[in-house]
Nanobody, 117 residues
Framework: QEQLVESGGGLVQPGGSLRLSCAAS????????MGWYRRAPGKERDLVAI???????NYADSVKGRFTISRDNAKNTVFLQMNSLKFEDTAVYYC???????????WGQGTQVTVSS
């Protein structure tokens, strides 16, 4: 059973928008932080944005002002609204969740975002 299920990736032109969603399984009982990382071709996996259970957020400098992370705590779901997409945003995007009650990190399977004209 997948514990983090992502959706919303795809192909978009530069300047366009996409919205990613990630739903956590009910088996993850106490999520503190949720967020998104990405791995571009030939690069390491890097932080995009994270949000804690109180709504506090942190963004990579490269996406500030363009991406917005939000969260529905009742549904254990995190969203990433991506606007003004650039070629360099092309990557596999991974959902992340941290369960503080058991000190365990979870990763989604990844969803491809391709920005191309």
């Amino acid at each position: 059973q997948e514990q983090l299920v992502e959706s919303g990736g795809g192909l978009v032109q530069p300047g366009g928008s996409l919205r990613l969603s990630c739903a956590a399984s009910e088996t993850i009982s106490s999520i503190n932080t949720m967020g998104w990382y990405r791995r571009a071709p030939g690069k390491e996996r890097d932080l995009v944005a994270i949000i804690n259970s109180l709504g506090g957020t942190n963004y990579a400098d490269s996406v500030k002002g363009r991406f917005t992370i939000s969260r529905d705590n009742a549904k254990n779901t995190v969203f990433l609204q991506m606007n003004s997409l650039k070629f360099e945003d092309t990557a596999v995007y991974y959902c992340y969740a941290f369960d503080g009650s058991v000190n365990r990190r979870y990763w989604g399977q990844g969803t491809q975002v391709t920005v191309s004209s």
